[in-house]
């Protein structure tokens, strides 16, 4: 499967790929912990393409990665859907502590956001990280 990375690792633009462009989705109050991406071709639940956090040293926009498997998964539900974010590790540590309370501020943010922008009070929610090789942290 091919990995497309939007998002380079400490930014805090979050980045959406439109045809061969990046734009800019939202800006964050904390900087991206990972490279965030995409599994170009794939579908999910809500209605765009796969999420893939990219553990690893920082990758440039548009960046792309050949990987047969996913070494594990953040559960997370974003505005009342499932948008799990698949987990690969390239390199480097991995503390599932932090990224933990990554995802919870993460949800956090997501709440507010669409309060702030759709004034509707939406459900986001960090509910663990499943990571095989290190073990598993629930939220």
Known sequence: MKI????PKYSFLKYRKEGSQFKTEFFSPIPTLFNYGFVDGSLSEDGMEEDVVVIGPRMHQGTVLERSHFDGVVRFVDDGMRDDKHI???DGAFPIGMFSFYFRLYAMFKFFL???LKGKMS???FEGIDFPEMGSAHG
């Open 114 to 116: 669409y309060l702030a």
């Open 123 to 125: 459900r986001c929610r």
């Open 4 to 7: 497309v990375i939007e998002t």
């Open 88 to 90: 690969i590790h390239v």
